[in-house]
């Protein structure tokens, strides 16, 4: 192939690989905006600490991404922290959650436009059920644990402080979780949600609210137990 033409070939494939996205790395929301691409990236960057697609969509920084993953489990430990658990087993709940929270199935499918202009993504979920997997053995090693310190009691010994019982149980309770953690994570049937979304301009969308909360709640399964008569 002669230098002239050889060249112009090389200019055609170069200008199709710019237009794919390809050469540069980037896939060209401003011209082809997926829905479904955002609905993941955001539950990818928020559940997973998997910032790619997030910033690749968003145009913000791998920093500012890697936030949301810490704002999350900022928003988890809340509760946790102004509870009686121990300070010093908090960094360890921590990441475990982190741990927990990356091994969420949730994958977004096909969006349908709206008249509007606005977006409906079908999410399929499958919940991970690692705290009603467990909840039974938490159950049976607290109860023995009560045990021992009756027994302990029974036999002239010292009745511990509610701070100590307080930290076996939260520490019981973690090893648990750890072990089923360590050994693999088990799932729920699927479950589906609609997830709506709204482009507001060629990097910034938004997803509904409340279809969020929906989400979130459906990614770990929660114990739920009848209140006593």
């Given at each position: 192939m002669k230098g002239k033409n050889r060249t112009a070939v090389i200019a055609v494939i170069l200008?199709?690989?710019?237009?794919?996205?390809?050469l540069a790395g980037t896939y060209l929301y401003s011209?082809?905006?997926d829905a479904a691409d955002y609905v993941q990236a955001v539950v990818d960057a928020s559940y997973k600490n998997e910032?790619?697609?997030?910033?690749?969509?968003?145009g913000v920084s791998e920093?500012?991404?890697?936030?949301?993953?810490?704002?999350?489990l900022d928003a988890t430990m809340e509760g946790f922290e102004s509870s009686d658990m121990p300070q010093d087993m908090q960094p360890k709940y921590r990441e475990l959650f982190g741990e927990l929270a990356k091994n969420i199935s949730c994958t977004a499918g096909e969006p349908k436009e709206q008249e509007d202009g606005s977006y409906i993504v079908p999410v399929t979920v499958k919940p991970v059920t690692v705290f009603t997997d467990t909840y039974a053995t938490f159950q049976a090693r607290a109860q023995e644990y009560a045990q021992q310190v009756?027994?302990?009691?029974?036999?002239?010994?010292?009745?511990?402080?509610?701070?100590?019982?307080?930290?076996?149980?939260?520490?019981?309770y973690y090893e648990v979780l750890k072990?089923?953690?360590?050994s693999g994570m088990l799932y729920g049937?699927?479950?589906?949600?609609?997830?709506h979304v709204t482009k507001e301009g060629s990097r910034n969308?938004?997803?509904?609210?409340?279809?969020?909360?929906?989400?979130?709640?459906?990614l770990i399964e929660s114990v739920h137990t009848e209140p006593e008569e």
């Open positions: 200008a199709a690989l710019l237009a794919a996205g390809i011209n082809r905006f910032t790619e697609l997030y910033v690749e969509i968003t920093e500012e991404a890697q936030e949301i993953f810490e704002e999350n009756t027994d302990q009691v029974m036999d002239g010994g010292e009745m511990p402080e509610d701070a100590r019982m307080q930290a076996e149980i939260y520490g019981i072990e089923r953690t360590d049937g699927a479950r589906n949600v609609d997830v969308f938004s997803i509904d609210e409340g279809d969020m909360d929906r989400l979130d709640s459906m």
